[in-house]
T-cell receptor
């Protein structure tokens, strides 16, 4: 079974600084998707960034970028120029091409942004 | 269409009572998922529909849980004879094709 591990329960970053959230996963599949979702307190989960495993180029969305290392099964999220609105729980998630394409989530990392 | 809608947002029920939650997905999305999220944890998959067909159920979905999507549009999740261990956030998500999943705001269930 696929598993996703987020080893950092909580991270803090100063406003305008850069922070990296870690994620590792385990799978025997060669093709899959990886996601980072953001869940602000009492609000719905929203997609931050998505990576297709067959693409070697790391995905980037404005201040958010990933470091995808397929061989190491690592998928970290870098947030540049952190803003107060970035404070949230961040989940790393895996989606295979089978199993109904459901998402497998990590336990999450709470990101605190200090002003 | 304003996204995935879930009702109610909060539900407090006494142990042993039945509860039903509703999810209205984004209208053109044929795939609908239910997840359960306990405090401080990531969501866990419960069940999946493609149109009206329930194609997969997690072993987390005990016999007390049932889900339906009768016309391939909205879905309901019913929990019978609720237990305190059922207290959680129940999330619904929908998607189409290879797109990402869009989540609702969830229904927070508290069993007292």
């Amino acid at each position: 079974a696929q598993t996703v591990t987020q080893s950092q329960p909580e991270m803090s970053v100063q406003e305008a600084e850069t922070v990296t959230l870690s994620c590792t996963y385990d799978t025997s599949e060669s093709d899959y998707y990886l996601f980072w979702y953001k869940q602000p307190p009492s609000r719905q989960m929203i997609l931050v960034i998505r990576q297709e495993a067959y693409k070697q180029q790391n995905a980037t969305e404005n201040r958010f970028s990933v470091n995808f290392q397929k061989a190491a099964k690592s998928f970290s999220l870098k947030i540049s120029d952190s803003q107060l609105g970035d404070a949230a729980m961040y989940f790393c998630a895996y989606r295979g091409l089978n199993w109904g394409n459901k998402l497998v989530f990590g336990a999450g990392t709470i990101l605190r942004v200090k002003s | 269409d304003t996204g995935v809608s879930q009702n109610p947002r909060h539900k407090i029920t006494k142990r042993g009572q039945n509860v039903t939650f509703r999810c209205d997905p984004i209208s053109e999305h044929n795939r609908l998922y239910w997840y359960r999220q306990t405090l401080g944890q990531g969501p866990e998959f419960l069940t999946y529909f493609q149109n009206e067909a329930q194609l997969e159920k997690s072993r987390l979905l005990s016999d007390r849980f049932s889900a339906e999507r009768p016309k391939g549009s909205f879905s309901t999740l019913e929990i019978q004879r609720t237990e305190q261990g059922d207290s959680a956030m129940y999330l619904c998500a929908s998607r189409e094709g290879a797109s990402e999943a869009f989540f609702g705001q969830g229904t927070r269930l508290t069993v007292v």
